[in-house]
T-cell receptor, first 117, second 113 residues
Framework: DAGVTQSPTHLIKTRGQQVTLRCSPK?????VSWYQQALGQGPQFIFQ???????QRGNFPDRFSGHQFPNYSSELNVNALLLGDSALYLC????????????????FGAGSRLTVL | RKEVEQDPGPFNVPEGATVAFNCTYS??????FFWYRQDCRKEPKLLMS???SGNEDGRFTAQLNRASQYISLLIRDSKLSDSATYLC??????????????FGKGTKLSVKP
């Protein structure tokens, strides 16, 4: 099982450009969440996709958009890049349900490291 | 006030030491609690869930105090391989759905020989 895979692993863009990041969830997982992790910070929730629809969204501007495909894979798009968008972008798919709390544990991919110059 | 706050760290300890991480959360509607571990330039990985009654996994013990909105993680007999950033995580379930995970900033641990 390949787990959660993300591409590209690293990329460099300039201000004002647009970027698309891709994620394939773990086999059998149907929900994908995206997180942004700036240097020295914890991951911050961007949005979550289920059944090809955005189900929840964090405090991110409309420049951040996404898509989920019928095979559950997902894309994160960021338009009009700013220097502050430089971060590690993590994709997570819903994993096994915690037997006690009932919460679904997330499995993260290795991330896409975006540098905006 | 941040939703999840952790000790700023870093913690530098010798092998064999006992280390305690503290975390507080602001939203009393938080339902699930976790500790994740993140190695340098890697993705976060679940270390353990935190149960109301407290739970232990080998050298790791997690505690939850809902009244104080406080979570802790204790590592006994620390190993060099425990060096990582430890992230306190809470989850708020909205209307039965899982909601998203809210991460603390993380506390970096360095275990020295």
């Amino acid at each position: 099982d390949a787990g959660v895979t993300q591409s590209p692993t690293h990329l460099i863009k300039t201000r004002g450009q647009q970027v698309t990041l891709r994620c394939s969830p773990k086999s059998g997982h149907d929900t994908v969440s995206w997180y942004q992790q700036a240097l020295g910070q914890g991951p911050q929730f961007i949005f979550q996709y289920y059944e090809e629809e955005e189900r929840q969204r964090g405090n991110f501007p409309d420049r951040f958009s996404g898509h989920q495909f019928p095979n559950y894979s997902s894309e994160l798009n960021v338009n009009a890049l700013l220097l502050g968008d430089s971060a590690l972008y993590l994709c997570a798919s819903r994993g096994s349900r915690d037997s006690f709390s009932g919460a679904n544990v997330l499995t993260f991919g290795a991330g896409s490291r975006l540098t905006v110059l | 006030r941040k939703e999840v706050e952790q000790d700023p760290g870093p913690f530098n300890v010798p092998e064999g030491a006992t280390v305690a991480f503290n975390c507080t959360y602001s939203n009393s509607a938080s339902q699930s609690f976790f500790w994740y571990r993140q190695d340098c330039r890697k993705e976060p990985k679940l270390l353990m869930s935190v149960y109301s009654s407290g739970n232990e996994d080998g050298r790791f013990t997690a505690q939850l105090n809902r009244a104080s909105q406080y979570i802790s993680l204790l590592i006994r007999d620390s190993k060099l391989s425990d060096s990582a950033t430890y992230l306190c995580v809470v989850n708020i379930n909205y209307g039965g759905s899982q909601g998203n995970l809210i991460f603390g900033k993380g506390t970096k641990l360095s275990v020295k020989p």
